[in-house]
């Protein structure tokens, strides 16, 4: 079963993987990592077997990440500060952020995408009745065709909170509309 969601385990640990699929190893699973990371355009600092490091500089916000493998989960410590600014006096004052939340929401997504290909890939070379492969296929949900008024609200609704790019609303709305 492929579960993800944003609980936080202790003090700064926090989960983007709730249960690895069983047939993951950790060096796959930090591949995974790595690989949204750099999509995403974070800098990997660090990548040994048994974490991953990066950092990113975008807007007003510099963040670091560090990856690792907890147990059958997938967590993250993370580190966010905003670039100074000016007070009136003319004086640089630090200022503190968090990581923006749709920036882990998207690395989420694409680690689960990658994890979900791996393991229909591994499917397609084992016998139809593996576990984990049924559980991640049927964490997908299943529309039906009258439901697309209802995709496409939500879809906006996704894309107006900043949870999706404008590319990614762009491709999943003509995908809903190829359907009619």
């Known amino acids: 079963m492929l579960t993800c969601f944003a609980a936080t385990v202790g003090a700064e640990e926090k989960v983007l993987i709730e249960i690895l699929p069983t047939n993951i190893d950790t060096t796959t699973a930090l591949n995974f990592a790595r690989e949204a990371l750099e999509y ?107 439901n697309r008024v209802q995709r496409m609200k939500e879809l906006k609704e996704m894309y107006d909170g900043g949870l999706i790019s404008a590319d990614e609303y762009a491709r999943k709305r003509a995908q809903i509309l190829d359907e009619l």
């Open 40 to 146: 995403r355009q974070w800098t990997i600092v660090k990548q040994d077997a048994e974490s991953v490091h990066a950092k990113i500089s975008r807007n007003l916000v510099d963040a670091k990440i560090h990856i690792y493998q907890n147990g059958n989960k997938l967590v993250y410590e993370d580190s966010a500060r905003g670039r100074p600014k000016i007070d009136h006096t003319g004086r640089a004052v630090p200022s503190t952020t968090e990581t923006p939340s749709r920036w882990i929401y998207y690395l989420r997504s694409d680690i689960t995408e990658k994890l979900q290909a791996y393991v229909a890939e591994a499917a397609g070379s084992a016998p139809a009745a593996t576990p984990p492969t049924a559980t991640v296929a049927s964490s997908k949900p299943a529309h039906p065709r009258g």
